[in-house]
C-alpha cells in the first residue's frame, strides 16, 4: 500500500495568512492526488484533484503542485470559512489512501 | 443535484452485523464505481471497501476483508455494505463516496452514518 504522509499535523493561522500543507507518497504516484477539506461534523470536500485541478467551484485561493512523491496545497489568502481540516488522498493505486490530516485553527 | 444520503447505522455488540444502505440520486448511479470510507471518533479518514459500476469488481481494505460485502443494486440506485463479525475498531462515522469522471478521488460524499461498537 502506499503511505501519505502530510505535515503539519495541525497549524494557526490568521485571516488573510498564506498557508501551505505539504502531503509525501511513500512512492511516485503520477500526479494521482486529491485534496478535501472537513469541517467538524461534516462530509470531506473534493477541492483539488490531478494535483492542481480545481474542482468547479472552488475558490480560486486554493491551489495544488507537485509532481512525483511531492504535493502541496496551498491557501493564498486564507478566509473564516476555511478553517477546517484537510486530507491529501492518493488514487494512483488501490487502496485508495489519505493523508492523516491537517488541521487548520485559527491563530 | 448529486445526492447521497446513508443509513442502516447504529449501536450493536461485538460480532454482530449490520447493512449500511447508501441512496443515491441527481447522477446516472450505474455509470460509476462508489466506495464506502470511515472515519473512527476524532481521527482521519480511511478507505473501506470499493465497487465498479456494474458490480462485478470488488476491493477491500485488508482490515475487513473476509468480514465486510460491498454490493450495489443500479436497479434501485442504491449502494450497501454488510458488516459480519464487527469489532470495536469498527467503530466510525461511514460514508459512501461517488468516484469521478476524472479518476479514483471522490467528487461527492454522503453525510454518513455512524456505527457503534461496544458491550
Known amino acids: 500500500d502506499i503511505q501519505m504522509t502530510q505535515s503539519p499535523s495541525s497549524l494557526s493561522a490568521s485571516v488573510g495568512d498564506r498557508v501551505t500543507i505539504t502531503c509525501r507518497a511513500s512512492?511516485?504516484?503520477?500526479?494521482?492526488l486529491a485534496w478535501y477539506q472537513q469541517k467538524p461534523g461534516k462530509a470531506p470536500k473534493l477541492l483539488l484533484y490531478?494535483?492542481?485541478r480545481l474542482k468547479s467551484g472552488v475558490p480560486s485561493r486554493f491551489s495544488g503542485s507537485g509532481s512525483g512523491t511531492d504535493y502541496t496545497l496551498t491557501i493564498s489568502s486564507l478566509q473564516p470559512e476555511d478553517f477546517a481540516t484537510y486530507y491529501c488522498?492518493?488514487?494512483?493505486?488501490?487502496?485508495?489512501?489519505f493523508g492523516q490530516g491537517t488541521k487548520v485553527e485559527i491563530k | 443535484e448529486v445526492q447521497l444520503v446513508e443509513s442502516g447505522g447504529g449501536l450493536l455488540q461485538p460480532g454482530g452485523s449490520l447493512r449500511l444502505s447508501c441512496a443515491a440520486s441527481g447522477f446516472t448511479f450505474s455509470s460509476y464505481a462508489m466506495s464506502w470510507v470511515r472515519q473512527a471518533p476524532g481521527k482521519g479518514l480511511g478507505w473501506v471497501s470499493k465497487?465498479?459500476?456494474?458490480?462485478?469488481?470488488?476491493y477491500y481494505a485488508d482490515s475487513v476483508k473476509g468480514r465486510f460485502t460491498i454490493s450495489r443494486d443500479n436497479s434501485k440506485n442504491t449502494l450497501y455494505l454488510q458488516m459480519n463479525s464487527l469489532r470495536a475498531e469498527d467503530t466510525a462515522v461511514y460514508y459512501c463516496?461517488?468516484?469521478?469522471?476524472?479518476?479514483?478521488?471522490?467528487?461527492?460524499w454522503g453525510q454518513g452514518t455512524l456505527v457503534t461498537v461496544s458491550s
Open positions: 512512492q511516485g504516484i503520477s500526479n494521482s
Open positions: 463516496a461517488k468516484a469521478s469522471d476524472y479518476g479514483d478521488f471522490f467528487d461527492y
Open positions: 490531478a494535483a492542481s
Open positions: 465497487i465498479s459500476n456494474s458490480g462485478g469488481t470488488t
Open positions: 488522498q492518493q488514487y494512483y493505486s488501490t487502496p485508495q489512501t
